[in-house]
C-alpha cells in the first residue's frame, strides 16, 4: 500500500491510495479523495477483504491514515 498526492491545476490537492501484490503486480484497489481517513481506509481495506483472500502481510509506510485508532481496530 501507498500514498500519492498531486494538485489539480486550480490548486486543489488530492491523495491516491494504491494497494499493489507484489507477487502479481495486480492493481487490488485504489482510491482516491480529497481526505482519506483512517476509518474510510479502513472500510475500504474490508471492501477489498469481501471480495479476495486476505494477504499474508502488508507492507506500508507510517502515514497517519495507517496509524490511526481505526487501523488498529481493522489489524
Excluded at 469481501?50 to 488498529?72: Q, W, Y
Aim: with cysteine; net charge negative; glycine share 6%.
Amino acid at each position: 500500500m501507498d500514498f500519492v498526492s498531486d494538485q489539480l491545476a486550480s490548486g486543489r490537492r488530492f491523495r491516491v491510495l494504491n494497494i499493489v501484490d507484489d507477487f502479481s503486480r495486480e492493481c487490488v484497489g485504489q482510491l482516491v479523495d480529497t481526505s482519506i481517513s483512517g476509518r474510510r481506509l479502513a472500510r475500504f481495506l474490508d471492501e477489498i477483504a469481501n471480495h479476495r483472500s486476505l494477504p499474508a502481510s502488508i507492507i506500508c509506510d507510517n502515514g497517519p491514515e495507517l496509524t490511526s485508532k481505526a487501523m488498529f481496530f481493522c489489524a
